[in-house]
């Protein structure tokens, strides 16, 4: 429905272009970027200005890198090369020609390429393309939630798979109802589109030179490039954007400070979260009682019951407390206990081949290894299920999973300052359960709590 829907869009706004260029061809000289130059060089400032506005010619563009994410280049490139691009350049040529002809239309241009009596239709089409578009922010806000969750940069959240054979279809409650928050307020905030555009040029020229700084990270380091060659391009791409966003600046007063606030906010709930799970976790390894000391503790006298016991850490050394807690309180052990840490790898995706590791111990204790790529949503009862072929076969119907939920107690610790020390323990609060997160079967489940000094 979205792809037709979209192709008619498009084809419509670049008809009405090429209608309005017949009439005025000339403003196809406008192509020629000889008179940007003159532009600059008769009024530097007022053409360093006008950038600020030109900008928002490509806005949009910026999101394809979500739909990249679930189409890839090739259908993203056909798409924009092949339509997207040159119906926009049309469109806008027509309304310059528009222009040309009839000054009086600088009030609406685009809709004043059409008839009269093409203004509704154009109003309900362009309303639908609009809906449509939104996906692409709102889908991209999804996926990249996901993988900072993944990465150990946001806590979990409860994730909605929209689709059994589509592994990308996500849908995250928290988000949507953020975004619906967030763009109702900014609505009615700015009242108009005009003051919102102060806004979304600071957004969309800052968020494409954070991607500009990311490219060099994967230019010099990843790909490992020539170093003349990948400056050069770098350098080119810095040129053009720092040139729109300082454009951009001058407009921090009328709206430009919203975008970055939010993302001085969202940069300061990474990073708090990131530090304070390391923090966390040195705490927890600092308790963590060593296998060997543990085995050697256990005596015939601790009774053995039938079944196997997955306890849930985020380690991969040590005895985690869930299970000290299950045998100082209830006194047993089962036949088998596996200890599971589920690692979140820097790639998109993991191998099924490489998905599960077993570790054998001692005293028919397991080391078990789970590892997903940060495009992946981790499902650890369907990981089990190809533990026989690393040597460790489930049933998960006589399978238990205990899980450690921890409660952060204030000291005197030295680690971060207290407000995000407070921001940390209310983001822990508010984290989804590892039940839901890791997919597992509820009624198979036991949560012991753990108290923790931080």
């Keep these: 429905l979205f792809g037709p829907a979209m192709c008619v869009w498009f084809v419509v706004i670049g008809v009405l272009g090429i209608v309005s260029i017949a009439q005025q061809p000339q403003v196809l000289a406008a192509l020629d970027p000889r008179y940007a130059v003159a532009f600059f060089l008769e009024d530097r400032w007022l053409a360093f200005l006008a950038l600020g506005s030109v900008v928002l010619a490509v806005t949009g563009a910026e999101a394809l890198y979500a739909d990249m994410g679930h189409f890839g280049r090739k259908p993203i490139r056909v798409a924009w090369f092949g339509l997207v691009f040159p119906a926009l350049i049309l469109n806008y040529l027509g309304q310059g020609a528009l222009l040309m002809q009839n000054p009086d239309a600088i009030d609406s241009p685009f809709y004043r390429l059409a008839p009269d009596w093409a203004l509704l239709p154009l109003v309900g089409l362009a309303t639908v393309a609009t809906i449509i578009a939104s996906q692409a922010v709102i889908s991209g806000a999804f996926s990249v939630t996901q993988q900072a969750i993944q990465l150990g940069f946001l806590p979990r959240m409860n994730i909605v798979h929209t689709s059994e054979s589509e592994i990308g279809q996500i ?51 990843m790909w490992k490039w020539n170093k003349i060659l990948g400056a050069a391009l770098i350098g080119l791409f810095f040129a053009f954007e720092l040139a729109f966003f300082s454009a951009n600046l001058t407009k921090i007063q009328h709206g430009g400070w919203f975008p970055l606030m939010m993302g001085l906010i969202i940069f300061v ?4 979260w990131k530090r304070g799970r390391a923090l966390l976790a040195e705490r ?131 680690g971060m300052a207290l407000w995000r020390e407070a921001l940390f323990s209310w983001m822990l609060r508010s984290a989804a359960t590892a039940m839901n997160f890791f997919r597992l079967p509820p009624n198979r489940v036991v949560e012991l709590g753990t108290q923790i000094e931080f």
């Design 269 to 272: 709930l990474l990073t708090t």
């Design 171 to 221: 849908y995250i409650p928290f988000v949507n109802w953020s975004l619906l928050v967030a763009v109702s307020a900014l609505v009615l905030g700015f009242g108009s589109s005009t003051n919102l555009a102060a806004a979304y040029g600071v957004a969309v020229t800052g968020t494409m030179l954070i991607d500009t700084l990311l490219l060099s990270v994967v230019v010099f380091l």
């Design 284 to 414: 927890l390894q600092g308790d963590l009682l060593p296998v060997e000391t543990f085995v050697s503790s256990l005596t015939p006298r601790i009774q053995r019951v039938p079944g196997t016991a997955v306890f849930l850490t985020g380690t991969r050394e040590g005895i985690p407390h869930a299970l000290l807690h299950n045998l100082k309180h209830n006194k047993v052990l089962h036949e088998r206990v596996v200890l599971l840490t589920v690692l979140v790898e820097e790639v998109p995706h993991v191998p099924e081949a490489q998905r599960i590791e077993v570790r054998p111990l001692a005293g028919r204790l397991y080391r078990v290894i789970v590892r997903y790529g940060f495009m992946e949503t981790p499902n650890v009862p369907a990981a089990l299920t190809l533990g026989e072929k690393a040597g460790l076969a489930f049933d998960l119907m006589d399978t238990s999973f205990f899980l450690s939920r921890e409660t952060l107690i204030p000291s005197a610790v030295p």
